[in-house]
């Protein structure tokens, strides 16, 4: 009995994701340095120390979710006894989480209080539920075929 093909929308859905991401979240780290080459305050002083930081994970994972998306559409390719299912499930929680985990992040910066950040920041661990769910179907079920 042969799997049913992998929808093209799922693997265009993916690059595009993927890509787009990189050129995103990308576009974002040269707008952090910017600032920084600017010595822009609202960026630099040491009283907005939380907001580098959530602005430069924002940057940072972005950028690598873009890259898990690219590697999904490459395992897809790679191993097409991937149940039509996971590949469903995987692609919801990729999705997601390239879009939740980042803008949690930066949402988390734009808005701080006494060095906590914002209330953007309860994005995050959605996004990195979802991340890791997608993450555990694709192994699990890659490990069962």
Known sequence: MSRPATPPSLVKRHLLLGWWALFG????????EALHGFKVGAYLDATNETRRLMWTLAHAHGVLLGLVNLGFVATIAAWPDLPARAQRQASTGFGASTVLLPLGFFAGGVRFYAGDPGLGIALVPVGAGLLLYATWVVAHNIGRS
């Not at 979240?25 to 952090?32: A, D």
Request: hydrophobic share 50%; aromatic share 12%; net charge neutral.
């Open 25 to 32: 979240y990308g576009l974002l780290g040269l707008g952090l």
